[in-house]
């Protein structure tokens, strides 16, 4: 049996190869959770599940009853218990993680976190503003970005709201500005959108927040529409469209598949690496065939979701 028939039945044995197998370490996916506080029955954002308080009713699913807009009235006051809330924004950092968070109420804030303040504590977040002047809404990676006149929401608005610029000096043109906080450069659609204060340019920057780049680095779970099989994917922008997605992995779907495989990937969801140290194969014919080192490259066909492997390595074959 010659290594050239060898390398071609790999081939159709690891042809396609599912990404639940390289599922694996802790799953902390900084996706947005909501945590219902059990004391005010009130939700909240969390960027990632793991942060949402032990005892908390938690969900990746935003609940019809959450409010979202931080431009509450501050002197509206809300009666939690025996105690009376003030509806001012407060900021509040995880004790362990040190991530801040923003809580509608000083009583909303978790008792075990103690670094609470009404400042804002130029957390970086991705939270969504939208133009007073045009009614755009705009992508922002950090809180102290976020114009102070500016409504804002931590959950993507679906469309802008219709406006007219008519009789404004407007310039309905791609303008990019800095931050005079954070120097975080933005791409704003039309020139009355810009700060006060922020630095413009005609030129773009080397980098720029756009909605297009602001991808979450996590362990994202997403099931085919089709199949109805589950992957895993390592960024939230790889997901395919119309896949559902879930920042726990389903029932049945193990994350001791890639520690007990012994594989490793890396790269990206189009070009990648799959590392193999142990391939035992059967051949059918009464031979049993090992194979060590066997390398995978992957590549992703145009407009299709399926990631496809080629054998990249193979070393000699052994028996067993």
């Not at 509206?76 to 995880?94: F, L, M, R």
């Not at 709201?161 to 000096?169: A, K, L, R, W, Y």
């Not at 109805?228 to 939230?236: Q, T």
């Not at 140290?277 to 060590?292: E, H, Q, W």
């Amino acid at each position: 049996m010659n290594i050239r028939y060898i390398r071609e039945i790999l081939i159709g044995v690891l042809l396609v190869i599912p990404l639940q197998l390289l599922a694996a370490g802790e799953n902390c996916a900084e996706v947005i959770a909501y945590g219902k506080n059990p004391e005010t029955g009130k939700w909240e954002v969390f960027p990632t599940p793991c942060d949402v308080p032990e005892g908390w009713e938690n969900t990746t699913t935003k609940p019809p009853e959450l409010v979202e807009d931080n431009d509450t009235d501050p002197n509206t006051e809300s009666v939690d218990g025996d105690k009376i809330c003030q509806q001012v924004i407060t900021y509040a950092q995880h004790p362990t993680s040190k991530n801040w968070y923003i809580f509608p109420t000083p009583c909303d804030v978790p008792k075990e976190w103690t670094n609470a303040q009404p400042e804002n504590p130029c957390a970086e977040v991705v939270i969504y503003g939208q133009s007073p002047t045009t009614n755009h809404w705009y992508t922002f990676v950090n809180a102290c970005d976020l114009p102070q006149s500016w409504k804002s929401t931590l959950s993507k608005p679906a469309t802008d709201d219709n406006t007219s610029n008519e009789g404004m000096n407007c310039l309905s043109i791609v303008t990019y500005a800095q931050s005079e906080r954070t120097g975080n450069w933005y791409a704003f659609q039309n020139s009355c959108d810009i700060p006060t204060g922020w630095k413009p340019s005609s030129e773009k920057p080397a980098e720029v927040v756009t909605p297009e780049n602001v991808c979450l680095p996590v362990i994202v779970y997403a099931q085919n529409p089709e199949t109805k099989n589950w992957y895993a994917f390592s960024s939230s922008c790889d997901v395919p469209a119309g896949w559902t997605q879930s920042t726990t992995p389903p029932e049945g779907f193990s994350e001791t598949d890639c520690t007990d495989f012994h594989a490793t990937y890396s790269g990206t969801m189009e070009e990648g690496k799959l590392q193999i140290p142990f391939v035992s194969y059967d051949t059918g014919i009464g031979d049993k065939l090992a194979f060590k080192a066997v390398e995978l490259e992957s590549f992703s066909i145009p407009n299709s979701s399926v990631l496809l492997f080629f054998l990249s390595n193979i070393p000699v074959v052994t028996s067993n």
